[in-house]
Nanobody, 125 residues
Framework: VQLQASGGGLVQAGGSLRLSCVAS????????MGWFRQAPGKEREFVAA????????TYDDSVKGRFAVSKDTTKNTVWLQMNNLEPKDTAVYYC???????????????????WGQGTLVTVSS
């Protein structure tokens, strides 16, 4: 499946952005949709994930309480609502899809087969 991420931009610290990720086809029921980010000079890291079926989600501790992931199965879309943004959140954000992931593997970047192109989020202080 092809993924198209959008919604990035420049925001001041404390502000909010909502990223969206649209899949080209309806994901299978065992799909997990993940959000990752890569800051300049750093490795890509896990942010959040949501199961396509059931909707349970998980977050990295660095964004817990500030970010929320949600989905709309009728639109093949996943969102990442980012609130109270901090300069350290500046990164290119990617959505990804993995299939058949068990809970312990949701944060493992290697388990995600399909990736979107990324959208840049810049948070100014």
């Amino acid at each position: 499946v092809q993924l198209q991420a959008s919604g990035g931009g420049l925001v001041q610290a404390g502000g909010s952005l909502r990223l969206s990720c649209v899949a080209s086809a309806r994901p299978s029921v065992n799909t997990v949709m993940g959000w990752f980010r890569q800051a300049p000079g750093k490795e890509r890291e896990f942010v959040a994930a949501i199961k396509w079926s059931g909707g349970s989600s998980t977050y990295d501790d660095s964004v817990k309480g500030r970010f929320a992931v949600s989905k709309d199965t009728t639109k093949n879309t996943v969102w990442l609502q980012m609130n109270n943004l901090e300069p350290k959140d500046t990164a290119v954000y990617y959505c990804a899809a993995g299939r058949g992931l068990i809970t312990s593997a949701l944060r493992d970047i290697r388990r995600y087969a399909d990736w979107g192109q990324g959208t840049l989020v810049t948070v100014s202080s």
